[in-house]
């Protein structure tokens, strides 16, 4: 690990304006993604800026009927709110999805959606990829390619997004609450919040330059069966090669949105409306324009079979 500075910070306002003040510094709360990077000279900052002072740590009923989750509310924390096992079980499961207790108990909320992709390519400091040097190349094109996106991908890039919890936010149509670098905010859909890879994979996020996520907002609960699947190598510890978030009404009926297949959660409203006549109709609306490789071809009918197993989990007729 490279040598690196280190501040502590008490208010959001300070926070961006220690990133702004110093070129290439990161906010550090967790770390459980970040220092691993590091370690690993794949992110290379000079300077880190603490933020697990402001505060953000608290899940609070907003006026609308939904909830505030504070930017640093720990994932375990997260999915053992009572509010949130009743009212968004969705995401409860999905964060008890994902990574390992110890992992659960420092990862945030914010960390969690900005968290890095895990291809190996990316990884691998000897290996051209387009996320990590921009221009380079990207390995996984012509390479193993088993756990990368088939939607969404680009000539510059082909890997998945790897949070189980951004899945069921996605599926929530959650809201992410910053504070930019000139001290005022903004509130950004998270349809919105993640972007596709482009020719500028390297660029993750809508976020702009020292721009601090402060929250994530959930809309009043939605009714219906809340249900979360994820298929995997290993029972856990794992990361997803297709996840299912969704909510289900006993027609059949509901919003599904799918991890493990592209750079960013993967929900499509055309999906969402033929979810009612069955889990091959969601599949083929979710999965239009596929572009497999003979690694991963099997994610498309492993879709299919993992909506339908989700509505059979819901009672409804698949």
């Known amino acids: 690990m490279r040598a690196f500075s280190y501040e502590r910070v008490d208010s959001p306002a300070a926070a961006v304006a220690a990133i702004k003040a110093t070129p290439g510094a990161r906010f550090i709360a967790g770390g459980t993604n970040l220092l691993d990077l590091m370690k690993l000279e794949v992110e290379t900052p000079g300077h880190l800026v603490d ?49 390992s207790g110890q992992l659960r108990n420092k990862a945030t909320t914010a960390g969690n959606l900005l968290q890095r992709t895990r291809c190996p390519y990316f990884y691998d400091t000897d ?108 029972a856990s510890y794992a990361f997803a090669l297709v996840s299912v978030a969704a909510i289900v009404q006993r027609d059949g009926s509901g919003r599904v949105a799918v991890g493990g297949v592209a750079h960013k959660p993967w929900r499509v409203d055309a999906a969402d409306a033929a979810l009612a006549d069955g889990a091959g109709a969601a599949a083929n609306r979710l999965l239009a324009g596929a572009r497999t490789t003979p690694d991963n071809a099997f994610k498309v009918p492993l879709v299919e079979r993992t909506i339908a197993a989700v509505l059979v989990d819901a009672g409804a007729t698949p």
């Open 51 to 99: 933020v697990n002072g402001l505060g953000l740590d608290r899940i609070e009923a907003s006026g609308d009927g939904g909830l505030r989750i504070g930017a640093l509310v720990r994932n375990t924390d997260l999915a053992a709110d009572a509010r949130v096992r009743r009212d968004y079980g969705v995401l409860s499961r999905a964060l008890l999805a994902g990574a």
């Open 127 to 234: 290996q051209p990829c387009n996320k990590r040097v921009p221009g380079s190349g990207c390995s996984a094109i012509g390479g193993y390619s088993r756990g990368h996106a088939i939607v969404g991908t680009s000539e510059a890039c082909i890997a998945t997004h790897p949070s189980d919890m951004a899945v069921a936010m996605r599926a929530l149509d959650a809201a992410v609450e910053t504070t930019r670098a000139d001290g005022s905010t903004r509130t950004i859909p998270i349809a919105d919040f993640h972007v596709l890879p482009g020719d500028t994979p390297h660029v993750e996020t809508s976020l702009e330059a020292g721009e601090l996520v402060t929250a994530v907002t959930l809309p009043p609960p939605v009714g219906g069966v809340h249900a979360y699947r994820k298929v995997r190598d290993r």
